[in-house]
């Protein structure tokens, strides 16, 4: 798979290209994967709990892909409107996968079964009680700051950027690469063009007499913030990958009603 020309375009180091790349192709694999139980789920939930996990996946692929369709055409506040459902699409999925997880590893069958029909139906009981999307984006938080932190210690890439970018200006303070990147600033300021609010109308339509250098810059930033959204999707994919055995977890931890091979 080839590093999309937006990205490229936008950041022009190797390593944040490859990156996203990675990113991309491993979701990609896991929308597609067949869902496959080595033992029948019947009397379970897990058909269904494996299918949204699953279904996490598919959303954000497909919102990924319409993100970038946009930006190549220079459709900039649409791609920005995405970039805001898909943070939203992983930080939901991700609360799930480890609430989920949590559930199997305390044996507690009750707890994931209400849980998971809270998550997909948006009910407790019969009283409506869907879950939050800002509970999911505080929780995940501290997860990405840790991350961030630790990667720029690996690898010192948003060090180098924030060098770079501090010459490119001549020595006027830069806000920090690694804070862009982060899920809640990246969240707060795409939804500041999501509602059709004065940055979101008229700042970025305005009259062809007000198109200036001013408003491409800030077109150019939220380009940014929505390529940065399917770096968030990294989150996701670590809970993908930690509850691919669930369904084997979840009969050694709970148990099922019917033992045997499909």
Same mark, same amino acid.
């Given at each position: 798979?080839?590093?999309?020309?937006?990205?490229?375009?936008?950041?022009?180091?190797?390593?944040?290209?490859?990156?996203?790349?990675?990113?991309?192709? $491993?979701? +990609?694999?896991?929308?597609?994967?067949?869902?496959?139980?080595?033992?029948?789920?019947?009397?379970?939930?897990?058909?269904?709990?494996?299918?949204?996990? #699953?279904?996490?996946?598919?959303?954000?692929?497909?919102?990924?892909?319409?993100?970038?369709?946009?930006? $190549?055409?220079?459709?900039?506040?649409?791609?920005?409107?995405?970039?805001?459902?898909?943070?939203?699409?992983?930080?939901?999925?991700?609360?799930? /996968?480890?609430?989920?997880?949590?559930?199997? #590893?305390?044996?507690? +069958?009750?707890?994931?079964?209400?849980?998971?029909?809270?998550?997909?139906?948006?009910?407790?009981?019969?009283?409506?009680?869907?879950?939050?999307?800002?509970?999911?984006? +505080?929780?995940?938080?501290?997860?990405?700051?840790?991350?961030?932190?630790?990667?720029?210690?690996?690898?010192?890439?948003?060090?180098?950027?924030?060098?770079?970018?501090?010459? /490119?200006? *001549?020595?006027?303070?830069?806000?920090?690469?690694?804070?862009?990147?982060?899920?809640?600033?990246?969240?707060?300021?795409?939804? $500041?063009?999501?509602?059709? *609010?004065?940055?979101?109308?008229?700042?970025?339509?305005?009259?062809?007499? *007000?198109?200036?250098?001013?408003?491409?810059?800030?077109?150019?930033?939220?380009?940014?913030?929505?390529?940065?959204?399917?770096?968030?999707?990294?989150?996701?994919?670590?809970?993908? $990958?930690?509850?691919?055995?669930?369904?084997?977890?979840?009969? *050694?931890?709970?148990?099922?009603?019917?033992?045997?091979?499909?």
């Amino acid at each position: 798979m080839a590093v999309r020309k937006i990205v490229a375009d936008i950041y022009g180091n190797s390593l944040i290209e490859a990156r996203y790349q990675q990113i991309e192709s $491993e979701l +990609r694999k896991f929308a597609v994967e067949k869902l496959d139980f080595a033992f029948s789920p019947k009397g379970t939930q897990l058909f269904s709990l494996m299918e949204l996990r #699953q279904s996490y996946a598919r959303r954000s692929i497909d919102l990924v892909d319409s993100i970038y369709n946009l930006l $190549e055409a220079n459709k900039v506040v649409p791609a920005a409107v995405l970039g805001r459902s898909l943070i939203e699409t992983v930080a939901m999925g991700t609360l799930f /996968l480890k609430e989920m997880l949590d559930c199997v #590893q305390m044996a507690n +069958r009750a707890r994931l079964e209400s849980r998971l029909t809270r998550f997909y139906a948006g009910m407790v009981g019969q009283v409506p009680k869907p879950i939050h999307v800002m509970d999911a984006i +505080r929780q995940l938080h501290a997860v990405d700051a840790d991350y961030v932190a630790y990667l720029d210690q690996k690898h010192g890439l948003f060090t180098e950027i924030d060098r770079l970018r501090t010459d /490119l200006a *001549n020595g006027t303070p830069v806000e920090r690469h690694a804070e862009l990147l982060s899920i809640t600033q990246v969240y707060d300021r795409l939804s $500041e063009v999501a509602h059709p *609010n004065g940055m979101g109308v008229q700042y970025l339509y305005p009259d062809p007499i *007000n198109e200036d250098e001013q408003v491409d810059r800030i077109r150019d930033q939220y380009k940014r913030l929505a390529v940065s959204s399917a770096w968030q999707c990294k989150h996701l994919l670590r809970w993908l $990958e930690e509850t691919r055995d669930l369904p084997q977890q979840y009969r *050694n931890k709970i148990g099922v009603p019917q033992e045997g091979s499909l």
